[in-house]
Antibody, heavy 123, light 108 residues
């Protein structure tokens, strides 16, 4: 059974760095073909893909946010970490980690989602 | 990046009705690189359809997907009470993957 769960602060101040941890089970990121993404959803708005990390440590970022995002993995702990620097109120959103189900040559769809973590940016 | 436009924004239907949701891409996403997700309030999205027409594991056959290129459709043949939710399409033929803004299926 595949499960993913996000953890991290519910509230951050503007300019601070957000660190979110995704702890998963039911698969291993050391297995060829496995990938995990982060997606966010501002309140009442649509979903936005942020970043992806692959089994071979390849990393991909949304171009417009690339300078602020870092994704990493700890295979031994079954965890993926996302950091977002210089947080702003517009970054207020529910942040999801998710397992990738399959890909084209360039992008992927998701087969399992975490429950999401609401992060509010406010002073 | 590829922009996905979903229509209508809201669909007001009754249980037992047929629902037809549209997703149009600003450029071709390829023949099959489209997925559909269902999201209920306070919950994470759930994968319904991938590859434009393949149902995900455990998804009832009242859900079906069709289309290619720039025009895709999700059809729910007979709405069950648990189907009232927001539905998102997502393309993964271009980089980055992008999502539509959603169609809310509400009880009439």
């Amino acid at each position: 059974q595949v499960t993913l769960k996000e953890s991290g602060p519910a509230l951050v101040k503007p300019t601070q760095t957000l660190t979110l941890t995704c702890t998963f089970s039911g698969f291993s990121l050391s297995t060829s073909g496995m990938r995990v993404s982060w997606i966010r959803q501002p309140p009442g708005k649509a979903l936005e893909w942020l970043a992806r990390i692959d089994w071979d440590d390849d990393k991909f970022y949304k171009t417009s946010l690339k300078t602020r995002l870092t994704i990493s993995k700890d295979t031994s702990k079954n965890q993926v970490v996302l950091t977002v620097t210089n947080m702003d109120p517009v970054d207020t959103a529910t942040y999801y980690c998710a397992r990738i189900g399959g890909c084209s040559r360039t992008s992927c769809y998701i087969d399992y989602w975490g429950q999401g973590a609401l992060v509010t940016v406010s002073s | 990046e590829i922009v996905l436009t979903q229509s209508p924004g809201t669909l007001s239907l009754s249980p037992g009705d047929r629902a037809t949701l549209s997703c149009r891409a600003s450029q071709s996403v390829g023949s099959t690189y489209l997925a559909w997700y269902q999201q209920k309030p306070g919950q994470a999205p759930r994968l319904l359809i991938y590859g434009a027409s393949s149902r995900a594991t455990g998804i009832p056959d009242r859900f079906s997907g069709s289309g290619s290129g720039t025009d895709f459709t999700l059809t729910i043949s007979r709405l069950e009470p648990e189907d009232f939710a927001v539905y998102y399409c997502q393309q993964y033929g271009g980089s980055p993957q992008t999502f539509g803004q959603g169609t809310k299926v509400e009880i009439k």
